[in-house]
């Protein structure tokens, strides 16, 4: 990629969306993704039972919505622009088999983290995929600047908590982002909290003790501003003062968060304001709002595993990406009730004992033995997905339970 010339700022945002490029582009996304077996276990409630081997689905996993359409339009672009460099903000989504796929299809990922500096040797010719989960406001003002086409693939369920922050800027409140500050969609949202003038602030809290802690100040019962902007470096807006910015406040979240969690951080934030301002003597402010921004998408793949849950299986395999939130979100519902394992794809399952997977507390992926698989007894293995999963990715996760059980894959075709 070198540095080009560009012509004067244009706005050029393309419509890839016709209806021929779509036919065309969905049966190739369909021949890169889709799975008969997983099409038809889905529409068995009781799962698929072989021999002593039962294999069931949660009722709603996989590539959500938001999904589904960055994938189609990614796809669509590399169909239209067949003769341009095509860039891709960091990961379309967090899922590395569609980012490979992606790739071999000419796709060039920019590092998210220096998409800004890479964006700076783009020209007009040059086409950047803004991926699902959005960019930040700089990042989009670059490729304005440099005039590139833009296929702007964000979620519409990540700009509805854009519009709502972007509110609470105007409204002169700060942006309490319940989400991981590192995440790029919690990065898009924390800059659009900054609001139009870029004077407004945002504080992102992703645990309940960053939460109880934040509480704690607002009530004045323990106040060290040194300890709270180190404490935060890095997760809240430049210049942010605990003293001013926290006295009205609006909560939002990073779509993908876990549901309950983020509700109980609202109650205790809600709870902190009003016994402040009743202390000051004010009970009838309007210094706390709140907008529950977790996406339809996310609380569906939770409740169904809560559903399933209801008749436990003898273990869980959550497959996608270990970078996903939603699917992590997944693996921590699970491990409190039965053996979980976090697994990137089928080949995670080692042999009936032996499984490679992400650890969530250790962040790294480690390998664990269990006895579950083992033996003669009847065995009920239990399957979800994050929204970035796509179901060959689950088709093979549940071929090769049954093959380490003795069950080989042409048995399954014809049962399922
Ligand atoms: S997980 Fe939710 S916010 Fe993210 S792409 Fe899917 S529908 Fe959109």
New binding site residues.
């Given amino acids: 990629m070198d540095s080009k010339t560009i012509s004067p700022v244009r706005n050029r945002r393309v419509n890839v969306r016709t209806p021929d490029v779509m036919e065309r582009v969905q049966a190739e996304v369909a021949e890169h993704y889709r799975s008969e077996v997983v099409d038809k276990l889905r529409a068995r409630e009781d799962g698929l039972t072989i021999g002593k081997t039962t294999v069931r689905l949660t009722k709603q996993f996989g590539f959500?919505?938001?999904?589904e359409?960055?994938i189609d339009l990614a796809y669509a672009a590399r169909d239209v622009f067949t003769d341009n460099d095509i860039y891709l903000i960091g990961e379309i989504?967090h899922n590395q088999e569609v980012n490979r796929q992606l790739a071999d299809m000419g796709v060039c990922p920019l590092p998210g983290d220096s998409a800004v500096d890479e964006i700076e040797k783009l020209g007009p010719d040059d086409v950047v995929i803004v991926p699902?989960?959005g960019a930040d406001t700089p990042t989009m003002n670059k490729i304005k600047e440099r005039g590139c086409h833009v296929i702007d693939t964000t979620?519409?369920?990540?700009m509805s908590v854009w519009k709502r922050v972007r509110k609470y800027a105007k409204d002169g409140r700060t942006s309490i982002i319940h989400g991981k500050s590192s995440h790029e969609?919690t990065r898009a949202t924390a800059s659009r909290a900054e609001g139009k003038d870029g004077k407004g602030n945002y504080l992102v809290i992703l645990t309940l003790e960053d939460c109880d802690y934040v509480c704690d100040y607002v009530r004045g019962s323990k106040k060290d501003k040194a300890d709270f902007l180190q404490r935060f470096d890095g997760g809240c807006s430049q210049g942010f003062d605990p003293d001013v910015h926290l006295f009205r406040i609006g909560v939002a979240n990073q779509?993908?968060m876990l549901k309950s969690e983020t509700e109980e951080m609202q109650r205790r934030l809600a709870t902190a304001i009003r016994e402040r301002d009743e202390a000051a003597g004010d009970s009838g402010g309007d210094n706390f709002q709140v907008f529950d921004t977790i996406?339809?998408?996310?609380q569906e793949r939770q409740d169904a595993l809560f559903e399933m849950l209801e008749d436990q299986p003898d273990l869980l395999l959550v497959v996608g990406g270990y970078n996903s939130s939603?699917t992590a979100h997944l693996v921590e519902i699970g491990e409190k009730e039965l053996p979980t394992f976090f697994i990137r794809e089928a080949k995670c399952l080692k042999s009936l004992e032996e499984v490679l997977h992400f650890d969530l507390h250790q962040r790294e992926e480690v390998t664990s033995y269990s006895q579950v698989l083992l033996g003669d007894e009847p065995v009920v293995v239990g399957i979800t997905a994050g929204?970035?999963c796509p179901n060959n990715l689950i088709e093979d996760t549940i071929l090769k339970v049954f093959q380490l059980r003795g069950i080989d894959e042409q048995t399954v075709r014809s049962a399922s």
């Fill in positions: 959500c919505y938001g999904v359409r960055a989504i699902a989960f979620c519409g369920d990540v969609e779509t993908t996406c339809g998408a996310t939603n929204a970035s």
